[in-house]
């Protein structure tokens, strides 16, 4: 009988917190947008559907044995392969570090990372507008946590100031959300006057900046001043997964000690060699050239609202439009118009911080965004 009611105050509660969601106008769900325009993946350059990518993959696994479907354990067990650790040398090469350690997704990295570093007595400072998955990773930590003003300098100081033991901070290279760019030699100066670690998520600069596409961090030749970074596959690369790049002492540590890493059944050859191939083909040609060409004519056609716009040179650029209701009807609005563009509502983003989130691609067309500008130009 007991049972009875505990499983009914569970329905109850179940019930209750999504209507509230609902009532806030926030209510998740998943759809299927087939057909549209694509103006809201991470897909920035056109890996994710590259006949190009597909063909190498394909090549790839014809001029070798073939692998098994499933990696069938932890990279400690049975999981680990000559393929794994030849991509995780190929990556350190690539991204100028000393190693990389693959993980399942960016997700897992930033918690597997996070967690695992700050001990009892130790702080991490995460800059306010940090990732879900850095901000989970820290939470998971025995570390006291601080975060910061979005890029302030002097808030973050302030807060290095006040904080004990090892301090970790995290910060991202381009802002999911936001799309700008972190200060990354001011705050690397900072973190080595204090004895600071710096962590840079570089999920959205991965295959944007730097040479062939390595990253903002070194774009600015920043790598040996760095504790570590985290690279993403599921955006700029078309694939999925992560790695954490840093030094040989970080890649033994994690293996060691990042819960994430360890108790989880590593990928499959197949996405390992898809990923290898996705970095062989950003070394073939410059895609950075090509999508920062796009950005800087969606920015020169798009002056004329400038200030509705979060400033950034990103492919990330974000529209504000206060309120969860009206963000959602302008995005209705521009779905009729065939582009999938997607509205951020709080509490995702900070309430009157709502935004349409448009992500410029490669293969967007200069006709598709001269439309979909006068559209937004119509209603701003
Ligand atoms: C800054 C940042 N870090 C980490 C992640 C997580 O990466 P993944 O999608 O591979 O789990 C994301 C993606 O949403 C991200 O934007």
Do not use: W
Request: charged share 20%.
């Amino acid at each position: 009988m007991g049972r009875g009611k505990e499983v009914n105050n569970i329905t109850t509660f179940l019930e209750q917190k999504l209507e509230f969601r609902k009532h806030a106008n926030a209510f998740r769900k998943l759809t299927i947008n087939e057909g549209l325009i694509d103006f809201c993946s991470n897909d920035y350059l056109g890996f994710a559907s590259s006949a190009d990518l597909r063909e190498l993959i394909s090549s790839k696994e014809k001029a070798q044995a073939p692998q098994p479907t499933g990696s069938t354990g932890s990279r400690l067990i049975s999981g680990n392969n000559t393929i794994a650790e030849q991509l995780e040398t190929d990556l350190a090469l690539f991204h100028s570090a000393e190693s990389a350690l693959l993980f399942n997704s960016g997700y897992d990295a930033n918690i597997g990372l996070f967690s695992s570093l700050a001990q009892r007595g130790d702080t991490i400072i995460t800059d306010e507008l940090a990732h879900a998955s850095i901000i989970d990773g820290a939470r998971l930590s025995n570390g006291t946590r601080y975060s910061f003003r979005h890029n302030d300098l002097k808030s973050l100081e302030a807060k290095i100031k006040v904080s004990k033991g090892n301090i970790y901070i995290a910060v991202e290279s381009i802002y999911s959300m936001d799309g700008d760019e972190a200060p990354l030699k001011a705050l690397v100066e900072l973190a080595e006057q204090y004895g600071a670690a710096l962590i840079v998520d570089e999920a959205h600069a991965t295959g944007i900046y730097g040479p062939h596409g390595s990253g903002l961090i070194t774009h600015y030749d920043l790598e040996k001043r760095i504790f570590a970074r985290v690279i993403t596959f599921g955006k700029a690369l078309g694939c999925h997964g992560a790695a954490v790049v840093g030094s040989s002492l970080l890649r033994n540590y994690l293996i060691n000690f990042a819960r994430s890493f360890i108790y989880s059944t590593a990928a499959p050859s197949h996405s390992h060699l898809s990923v290898s191939m996705a970095y062989q083909l950003l070394q073939k040609e410059d895609f950075q050239t090509k999508i920062h060409e796009k950005i800087q004519f969606f920015k020169k056609e798009s002056a004329a609202i400038a200030k509705r716009f979060i400033p950034s040179n990103s492919p990330i650029q974000s529209f504000l439009i206060p309120g969860n209701n009206e963000a959602k009807q302008m995005a209705l609005l521009l779905k009729e118009h065939r582009f999938d563009i997607r509205p951020i509502l709080s509490p995702t983003v900070q309430e009157g911080k709502e935004r349409l989130r448009i992500c410029l691609h490669t293969f967007n067309s200069v006709q598709d965004i001269k439309q979909l500008l006068s559209l937004l130009i119509k209603t701003a």
